[in-house]
Structure formats: structure tokens, C-alpha cells
């Protein structure tokens, strides 16, 4: 194995995702992950990187031994020569992604959660849904690439809300590590409750939380992006076998959408 990206729309389940392959990458190097990192990578190496390169995937994988993997963390966009790594086998990468309104609730709900700690990162600033016309669209357009790379494994939120399992046995498989499938599936499901801002796994949650006023907004504002989401969706769930319950789910969704709507 080699260098792995770990990818994801912000509010995707990418967390999850991300320490799923922490815990593969700990079994293929026999030792802890940040131990490992600071005694063959140095300690400036980092874990999580806001734009992604050529340069940084190959400084770190001229480190490693045969044998050896790294996992690197990101919500940057792909570009070229990334993808052309990931092509050619030299990275494996995997993203997640998640319905645009789902994320835009998400975010309000961690600002709230940050006020009410006193934190000070971004996404206490955000306070009403207008304050992420533009981040949400942006976050999208660095996540859709991902998504369409033959290479890439795209793992809809929808999968890890239905069957939290089902995307770590996706994501073992896909590292060559399919045989710790079931052990790891276990392993997380225990741990999950300690995840940070992970929300246990509920689809569709803006359906009924977000007020009528903020869905018909959402609707008509990422009106674009919720049709590529959707258009991605079901090509992805389709190819993961889960053809049917993404259409049950997906009216259930907008039937129930349709229903506030027209009840306003």
C-alpha cells in the first residue's frame, strides 16, 4: 500500500471515514499512527493539509518504506497531477460526500455547539443559513471531482446513515485489507459514540429540521448543486448495489419536502 487520501465534502461523514483508515494504516506499519509519523516522517509532517499536491504525496512517500502507508486528510479540490497519481496507482484515495442542505444544517448545528462553548473557530461566525450561499457551493465544487474519478472511492453519506459497516467494509476492501472487515466494522461501531461532530448516522436530516423558510431557500439557492449531488448519488449507489434504497430514500425525501412546502 501506498500514500492514501483521505477526501470529503466537510459534514460527510469524511471524520469517520478518515479514522476508519487510521486504523488500517496502524495495522499495515505495526504501530501507532502519530508515533509512526514523527519517528519516519518527522514530526512537521502533517496530517491534514487545506490544498493538496503532487509535491506534498511524493515528499512523504519517498519516506516510506516497502510495506509502509500513510494516510493524509484534506477537503481540498483534485488537481491534475494529484489525479493523475491516483491514475496511475501510486495514491489510493477514497472521498465521501453528502445533499448539500444535509452539510448547510450540519454546519449551523456546529456553530451553535461552538457558541455555546466559547470556541472561536469558523463555524461559530454562522449563525443563519444565508451565510453559506458561497461556502456550501465551494465546498461542492472541490468535492464533485473526487466523486467522478473512476479511481476514487465515493462513499455517499447515505450508505454510512444506512449501514455504518457497509462503508467500512467498503473502505477496508478498497485498502486491500478486506479481511478486517468485520473486526473493524465492530471496532468502530464501539467507538463511534467518541467520533467528533459525527452525528451517529441519520439521513436527510434537513427534511425536518431546517424550517420551511431555510429548505425552500436551500431549494432554490443550490438548486444547481442539489441536482448534481442528486445526478452523482444515484449513479454511485447504483454501482455500490444500493440501486433500490437509493430510490426508496430519495422519494421518501422529497415527497416529504414536497409535503412542508406545500403546507406553508
Given at each position: 500500500m501506498t500514500v492514501v487520501i483521505a477526501h470529503g465534502q466537510p459534514k460527510s461523514g469524511s471524520t469517520f471515514l478518515y479514522m476508519t483508515a487510521l486504523e488500517v494504516v496502524q495495522i499495515v506499519n505495526r504501530e501507532e499512527f502519530y508515533t509512526f509519523k514523527d519517528r519516519v516522517l518527522g514530526a512537521n509532517t502533517p496530517t491534514f493539509v487545506d490544498k493538496l499536491t503532487a509535491e506534498t504525496i511524493l515528499e512523504i512517500d519517498e519516506k516510506l518504506a516497502p510495506g509502509q502507508t500513510f494516510v493524509l486528510k484534506t477537503h481540498a479540490d483534485l488537481e491534475d497531477e494529484v489525479a493523475d497519481l491516483i491514475t496511475a496507482g501510486r495514491v489510493?484515495?477514497?472521498?465521501?460526500?453528502?445533499?448539500?442542505?444535509?452539510?448547510?444544517?450540519?454546519?449551523?448545528?456546529?456553530?451553535?455547539?461552538?457558541?455555546?462553548?466559547?470556541?472561536?473557530?469558523?463555524?461559530?461566525?454562522?449563525?443563519?443559513?444565508?451565510?453559506?450561499?458561497?461556502p456550501i457551493q465551494f465546498q461542492w465544487a472541490e468535492t464533485r471531482d473526487w466523486v467522478r474519478h473512476p479511481d476514487v472511492l465515493a462513499v455517499p453519506y447515505y450508505v454510512t446513515a444506512m449501514s455504518q459497516s457497509t462503508s467500512v467494509k467498503l473502505l477496508t476492501e478498497f485498502l486491500g485489507m478486506g479481511y478486517l472487515s468485520n473486526t473493524l466494522a465492530a471496532d468502530m461501531d464501539a467507538k463511534r459514540e467518541k467520533l467528533p461532530e459525527y452525528n451517529k448516522g441519520v439521513l436527510d436530516r434537513f427534511v425536518n429540521e431546517l424550517s420551511v423558510e431555510d429548505l425552500k431557500f436551500a431549494n432554490d439557492t443550490w438548486a444547481d448543486t442539489i441536482a448534481e449531488y442528486n445526478a452523482l448519488l444515484e449513479e454511485t449507489m447504483t454501482r455500490l448495489g444500493h440501486r433500490m434504497a437509493y430510490t426508496y430514500y430519495t422519494r421518501m425525501r422529497d415527497a416529504k419536502i414536497a409535503e412542508r412546502v406545500a403546507a406553508a
Open positions: 489510493k484515495a477514497f472521498t465521501s460526500f453528502r445533499d448539500p442542505r444535509d452539510t448547510a444544517l450540519s454546519t449551523l448545528n456546529v456553530g451553535e455547539k461552538d457558541r455555546a462553548k466559547g470556541e472561536t473557530r469558523w463555524f461559530a461566525k454562522i449563525t443563519e443559513i444565508g451565510q453559506l450561499t458561497n
